[in-house]
């Protein structure tokens, strides 16, 4: 997608960025300013509104039609993790539904989701029972319910064990070739 936008975010600021960029590829945001990345990744997401310009998502104007575009973004944020209180696939099933999901498509997609990320046979264990890792992969996937074309990680490998980091490295490869990655 297109975007031409600029905007004020705290003690980050971002100016006059514009790029377009083809599906398929992963990219990364390197900065000076740990600030300034997640600035610029909040405006691309639609978490933040820029003060002039505009973010395109998938065609649409992501805050003038906020709705639309935001279905083609899935968004992580760093310090994201699941509620321990619940189960994976009620997380899973509770993200989608917020997202107003079809209920029989996802529910075979989150099934798909934790196979891959290895949770399938913890699909019934509280959150809360899990590894630091498994949470993360957990959040990882409710960003690719409603398979988005574009994936902003802000920090995908945030709080992980050195030995963990491969397995989340190993999942974001695996979708790299069809979406998008920030």
């Given at each position: 997608g297109a975007c031409g936008f600029w905007g004020a975010c705290g003690a980050g600021a971002v100016k006059d960025v514009s790029f377009r960029l083809p599906n398929g590829k992963t990219y990364g945001v390197f900065s000076p300013s740990y600030a300034d990345s997640v600035a610029l990744l909040a405006l691309m997401s639609g978490a933040?509104?820029?003060t002039g310009g505009t973010v395109l998502a998938g065609g649409f104007d992501l805050h003038r039609e906020a709705k639309q575009a935001r279905r083609g973004i899935g968004y992580l944020a760093a310090d994201l993790l699941p509620d321990g209180e619940?189960?994976?696939i009620e997380y899973l099933m509770s993200v989608a539904d917020a997202r107003e999901l079809n209920y029989d498509k996802t529910v075979r997609y989150v099934h798909?989701?934790?196979?891959?990320?290895?949770?399938a046979d913890k699909k019934d264990s509280l959150i809360a029972n899990l590894?630091?890792?498994?949470?993360?992969?957990?959040?990882?996937?409710?960003v690719l319910l409603g398979k988005p074309e574009i994936l902003i990680l802000t920090s995908p490998l945030s709080g992980l064990l050195p030995k963990d980091a491969p397995k989340i490295r190993e999942l974001?490869?695996?979708?790299g070739d069809t979406y998008t990655i920030f």
């Open positions: 933040r509104t820029p619940l189960t994976p798909e989701l934790l196979e891959l990320a290895d949770l590894s630091h890792m498994e949470k993360r992969a957990l959040c990882l996937l409710q974001i490869k695996y979708f």
